[in-house]
Nanobody
């Protein structure tokens, strides 16, 4: 059974930082794009960042460019999201996901096959 487990969420003041981790098990995703999405209350789940299997192709949502950094540790089957200069509008449940084989758009939720349970990030103002 494939399982993705996020950790590292919490409460932080505006301008602070958090590092999210996602550990995958049940399958090796060395050749798969992995991504981070978030969902705020009353809003649709939105793309945050993605990284290709080789770590070369990286995409960020415009709202987080320059503040967030995605990275992966392929031998550990893990992906990370370093979040700096956090803003209250970053408050959301953050999910990690694995893109399915053959899916083209790494920024689309529909391209991802496996999802974690999410971790809450709350940024106070």
């Amino acid at each position: 059974q494939v399982q993705l487990v996020e950790s590292g969420g919490g409460l932080v003041q505006a301008g602070g930082s958090l590092r999210l981790s996602c550990a995958a098990s049940g399958r090796t995703f060395s050749s798969s794009t992995m991504g981070w999405f978030r969902q705020a209350p009353g809003k649709e789940r939105e793309f945050v960042a993605s990284i290709s299997g080789g770590g070369i192709i990286i995409n960020y949502a415009d709202s987080v460019k320059g503040r967030f950094t995605i990275a992966r540790d392929t031998p550990k089957n893990a992906v990370y999201l370093q979040m700096n200069s956090l803003k209250p509008e970053d408050t959301a449940v953050y999910y990690c996901a694995v893109r399915g084989v053959g899916r083209l758009n790494p920024m689309s939720t529909d391209s991802y096959t496996y999802w974690g349970q999410g971790t809450q990030v709350t940024v106070s103002s």
